[in-house]
């Protein structure tokens, strides 16, 4: 079956799109100290602004999830000066902000962060709150100068300095780090403006629970564990179908002694850890897919998925008389869509030419490319399948507060040689 418009116009169809973007925009925070780029409102009339308030710090890290609170402790052992800026007014409030029903994809035993361990049962699964209550402990308990409710503008650099703008107040830092990871701004394709008004759509990042959608039947797009976990929630209420390419999964059942015991060990601390990395083949050829597609399905089978009544469909791939074409050129008569299509890292308020022509950060290990002493950490497949993952967060920022260290190290050498040249110059 062709595809075959409404003929929606232009203008209506881009105004609508816009509409989507908009509504996106309002969950680019949807992960971990993710930040938005607000610019400051221009005074009106006699106002005045604030006097610009200035700040000298050694290390800059952007964002308090579970990237930013592993770099700060590695920081924080090595005695170096830094501080953390986190958008949000409280430490863990975006796994709050996620839907009702959310337990973490890996078991408790991989979902601590170094130096403390999960405070749960090791088998069991945590849920939203759960984690987000742990951060904020993480946080307080290892004293990490964590700064909420700051939302970052910009980074710029200015000489050999790197400028972090927060409203009226100014980071001047040698080093930063964007901990804000790969989950900030939504991916919705653009033909999703064309579907019909009456049908009920959102990003994933958007869903809390099976209440304010229109009775009928619900289209998640995108089979991956977020698409595959909530059509699960939704499955108790509504016909639920499931379009995209299935992502794998792992072949045994996640609750089974067997499995819990030594096959997800094996594939978190040896697979995802070390055998999936940007420097084994292996690696290298499984990234692009994982970059595309997301991981294998770890909690939810496809067994699991047909026992609820969830109907699986091929990829979405347009609008057909406002109703969404799937490529076999099915069309499916919904009440509501979901897109469970990812995320972008969402990092454009980092004002340099850092970004190939994919938008994703020129980076080795989270040490960004022609930036001296900028550094990424918890992007996707940063070094491994486990970048992403909580029990990969230590060694990722491990690696980077190594990096900056070696760097603080080599510029006190550099200086200390500086000054004994000018002493020795002086006494003759």
């Not at 221009?42 to 592993?70: M, Y």
């Not at 770890?298 to 969830?310: C, E, T, W, Y």
């Not at 070696?406 to 040249?421: F, G, L, N, P, V």
């Amino acid at each position: 079956m062709k595809p075959h418009g409404r003929g929606v116009g232009i203008t209506e169809t881009r105004a609508r799109a816009g509409a989507l973007l908009e509504q996106g925009a309002a969950f680019m925070h949807l992960e971990a100290g993710a930040l938005l780029a607000t610019g400051s409102q221009a005074p009106t009339g006699d106002e005045k602004r604030p006097a610009l308030r200035e700040e000298h710090v050694d290390v800059v890290v952007i964002g308090a999830g579970q990237n930013g609170l592993s770099v700060g402790y590695h920081l924080a052992r090595k005695g170096v000066n830094f501080v953390i800026l986190e958008a949000r007014e409280r430490v863990g409030d975006i796994w709050r902000s996620r839907w009702d029903s959310l337990r973490l994809f890996t078991p408790a035993r991989f979902d601590g962060l170094i130096g403390m361990p999960f405070p749960a049962a090791r088998y069991s699964f945590p849920t939203k709150d759960e984690m987000a209550d742990y951060l904020e402990a993480y946080a307080k308990k290892f004293s990490l100068p964590v700064r909420t409710g700051v939302k970052v503008d910009e980074v710029t650099r200015s000489g050999d300095r790197y400028i972090v703008t927060s409203g009226r107040t100014r980071y001047v830092a040698n080093h930063v780090v964007a901990a804000a990871s790969s989950y900030q701004k939504p991916k919705i394709p653009d033909f999703a403006a064309s579907l019909d008004p009456s049908i009920r759509q959102f990003h994933s990042g958007a869903y809390k629970n099976p209440s304010p959608l229109n009775a009928g039947s619900v289209l998640l797009v995108g089979a991956s564990n977020s698409g595959a976990e909530i059509a699960m929630d939704l499955a108790r209420t509504h016909q639920v179908w499931l379009a995209g390419r299935h992502p794998g999964n792992i072949p045994v059942a996640y609750n089974g002694y067997f499995a819990m015991r030594l096959v997800l060990p094996i594939v978190f601390r040896i697979v995802f850890h070390r055998l999936l990395t940007v420097d084994t083949p292996m690696g290298r050829k499984a990234k692009p897919g994982q970059l595309a597609h997301g991981l294998p399905l770890i909690r939810v089978k496809p067994s699991d998925l047909d026992a609820a009544g969830v109907r699986r469909v091929s990829r979405v791939a347009g609008v057909s008389d406002g109703k969404p074409l799937l490529d076999d050129g099915q069309v499916l008569d919904v009440s509501n869509v979901i897109w469970c299509t990812g995320f972008r890292a969402g990092l454009d308020w980092i004002k340099l030419p850092i970004f190939d022509e994919n938008g994703r950060v020129k980076q080795y290990r989270g040490t960004v490319e022609g930036e001296p002493g900028l550094y990424v950490c918890g992007l996707h497949f940063q070094h491994s399948t486990s970048s992403t993952m909580i029990h990969g967060a230590a060694r990722d920022a491990g690696y980077v507060a190594d990096k900056i260290a070696e760097r603080m190290r080599a510029a006190t050498s550099y200086s200390q040689e500086r000054i004994r040249a000018g002493l020795s110059g002086a006494g003759r």
